[in-house]
Antibody, heavy 126, light 107 residues
Framework: QVQLQESGPGLVKPSQTLSLTCTVS??????????WSWIRQPAGKGLEWIGR???????NYNPYFKSRVTISKDTPENQFSLRLSSVTAADTAVYYC??????????????????WGKGTTVTVSS | DIQMTQSPSSLSASVGDRVTITCQAS??????LNWYQQKPGKAPKVLIY???NLETGVPSRFSGSGSGTDFTFTITSLQPEDIATYYC?????????FGQGTRLEIK
């Protein structure tokens, strides 16, 4: 059974870079038809998709974050990471990593986030 | 970006009630819609994928329907453990976007 676990600093200073790692157990991040994603949720608010990486290494990012975001992977460690630069208080949130499964046959595909980490709280404050 | 609008934002119902939540997309997303349940302090959990398919292990009292721009999520007989916030999410276009959530409470 695949499990995901986020880790990283819980406190980041404004203008610095937020760095989080998601460790995947029970499956490889480099095999299968999956995207490895980051989603965040400010306290008391809704879910916001940040970006994702396919098993091939191809990435997609939410344009809202423009050039601030980078998702990368460490295959030997079976981890993928999020870097968000130039953070402000508005980046304070619970950050989740998730696996997005790609399922389907014959050209008909569907995508959904079937495994999530428990989330990690990141506060941006001096 | 595709905007997803859920209605209502909050809902109070009694155990055994039928509960319906709607989700409207700002443009046609075909059937590319998922529903998630999030309990307080927990990560979201997928219940319905591809608008109407029940994820493995999810109770059959949960269901989804719709296509195009209008979608419905239904709980046929509300149980105490269904207290949560429910989100729709589209995957027709990037960026992936979620509805604002519907908070479900027991009356």
């Amino acid at each position: 059974q695949v499990q995901l676990q986020e880790s990283g600093p819980g406190l980041v200073k404004p203008s610095q870079t937020l760095s989080l790692t998601c460790t995947v157990s029970g499956g490889s991040i480099s095999s299968g038809s999956y995207y490895w994603s980051w989603i965040r949720q400010p306290a008391g608010k809704g879910l916001e998709w940040i970006g994702r990486m396919y098993t091939s290494g191809r990435t997609n990012y939410n344009p809202y974050f423009k050039s601030r975001v980078t998702i990368s992977k460490d295959t030997p460690e079976n981890q993928f990471s999020l870097r968000l630069s130039s953070v402000t208080a508005a980046d304070t949130a619970v950050y989740y990593c998730a696996r997005e499964a790609v399922r389907g046959v014959g050209g008909y595909y569907y995508y959904y986030m079937d495994v999530w980490g428990k989330g990690t709280t990141v506060t941006v404050s001096s | 970006d595709i905007q997803m609008t859920q209605s209502p934002s909050s809902l109070s119902a009694s155990v055994g009630d039928r509960v319906t939540i709607t989700c409207q997309a700002s443009q046609d997303i075909s059937h590319y819609l998922n529903w998630y349940q999030q309990k307080p302090g927990k990560a979201p959990k997928v219940l319905i994928y591809d608008a109407s398919n029940l994820e493995t292990g999810v109770p059959s009292r949960f269901s989804g329907s719709g296509s195009g721009t209008d979608f419905t999520f239904t709980i046929t007989s509300l149980q105490p453990e269904d207290i949560a916030t429910y989100y729709c999410q589209q995957y027709n276009n990037l960026p992936l976007t979620f509805g604002q959530g519907t908070r479900l409470e027991i009356k």
